[in-house]
């Protein structure tokens, strides 16, 4: 079993930029594929991007495709998610997660997804 722990939250102003971890224990990383996922109070839990095991290939929520960019250092057991041009309606709590192989959702969807995180706060100032 893996443990998650994300990092890297806090509260920044519109048009900043944010680098958010998410660090595993337990399992080497190179044995999962990743994602990040966000929620927003009384919002469901939505996609943000996913890689796979080795980091060849990458998805993105269409919505966030060119601000947010998702990687991995399967050495340190890091995945990072580097967000630019903050938005207010970027504010959530994000979420790292870990399945051991996609389905052909590309992980968009939280059900793929065997472990979580306990989230890291992001609140975009306007």
């Known amino acids: 079993q893996v443990q998650l722990v994300e990092s890297g939250g806090g509260l920044v102003q519109a048009g900043d930029s944010l680098a958010l971890s998410c660090t595993a224990s337990?399992?080497?990383?190179?044995?999962?594929?990743m994602g990040w996922f966000r929620q927003a109070p009384g919002k469901d839990r939505e996609f943000v991007a996913s890689?796979?095991?080795?980091?060849?290939?990458?998805y993105y929520a269409i919505s966030l495709k060119g601000r947010f960019t998702i990687s991995r250092d399967n050495a340190k057991n890091t995945v990072s998610l580097q967000m630019n041009s903050l938005k207010p309606e970027d504010t959530a709590g994000y979420y790292c997660a870990a399945t051991t192989s996609f389905n052909s959702d590309a992980g968009r969807l939280p059900q793929s997804y065997n472990y979580w995180g306990q989230g890291t706060q992001v609140t975009v100032s306007s």
């Open positions: 337990g399992r080497t990383l190179s044995n999962y594929a």
């Open positions: 890689i796979s095991r080795f980091g060849t290939t990458k």
